[in-house]
């Protein structure tokens, strides 16, 4: 399962190979339970892209449109989407406790990114600033094994994160 950090900041190549951006964003209609991914943000040298999600894929190393970029007719967020890097670090409560979102846990099932919920354990800080691995290692050199602190998308209460 992919988790945004992971998807942040990746290359977008179009259809034919060249490279169009970075990934910068992703946004979401926060209502449902596991809210779809509809759309991304790619930063372009030509400034901010909205696209829609489902006009692009995910590969290992980057991710590509389904298409030139050319031809995507280009998108504006409605009012009521919420971009998941403004969470990223967001103070917020879950059963009553004050916790830290360090990452977005996402999964791809039948062509829908979906968010399933927020990291807010130290393995998902350490996934986001790149340490994971080592941090991993002296754990485990240690006798330990740090879980994932995952809290279910809808049982997460936010502050003000609305940035469109």
Same mark, same amino acid.
């Given at each position: 399962?992919?988790?945004?950090? %992971? #998807?942040?900041?990746?290359?977008?190549?179009?259809?034919?190979?060249?490279?169009?951006?970075?990934?910068?964003?992703? &946004?979401?209609?926060?209502?449902?339970?596991? @809210?779809?991914?509809?759309?991304?943000?790619?930063?372009?040298?030509?400034? +901010?892209?909205?696209?829609?999600?489902?006009? $692009? &894929?995910?590969? @290992?190393?980057?991710? *590509?449109? *389904?298409? *030139?970029?050319?031809?995507?007719?280009? +998108?504006?967020?409605?009012?009521?989407?919420?971009? $998941?890097? %403004?969470?990223?670090?967001?103070?917020?409560?879950?059963?009553?406790? &004050?916790?830290?979102?360090?990452?977005?846990?996402? +999964?791809?099932?039948?062509?829908?990114?979906?968010? $399933?919920? &927020?990291?807010?354990?130290?393995?998902? #800080?350490?996934?986001?600033?790149? #340490?994971?691995?080592?941090?991993?290692?002296?754990? *485990? $050199?240690?006798?330990?094994?740090?879980? +994932?602190?995952?809290? @279910?998308?809808?049982?997460?209460?936010?502050?003000?994160?609305?940035?469109?």
């Amino acid at each position: 399962m992919p988790y945004f950090s %992971s #998807l942040q900041h990746r290359r977008v190549l179009d259809a034919g190979g060249d490279a169009v951006g970075r990934l910068t964003d992703l &946004a979401v209609v926060p209502g449902e339970q596991l @809210p779809v991914v509809r759309w991304a943000v790619i930063a372009t040298g030509a400034g +901010e892209r909205v696209v829609r999600w489902r006009d $692009l &894929a995910i590969e @290992p190393a980057h991710l *590509r449109l *389904r298409r *030139r970029l050319e031809g995507i007719p280009p +998108e504006a967020l409605p009012g009521e989407a919420l971009r $998941l890097a %403004s969470v990223l670090d967001a103070d917020a409560t879950a059963g009553g406790a &004050a916790v830290k979102v360090n990452d977005l846990r996402l +999964e791809e099932t039948a062509g829908e990114l979906r968010l $399933l919920g &927020a990291d807010v354990g130290w393995r998902g #800080l350490w996934r986001r600033i790149g #340490l994971e691995g080592a941090a991993l290692l002296v754990a *485990r $050199l240690a006798g330990r094994r740090p879980a +994932e602190t995952l809290v @279910p998308w809808h049982e997460l209460a936010l502050g003000e994160c609305r940035v469109s």
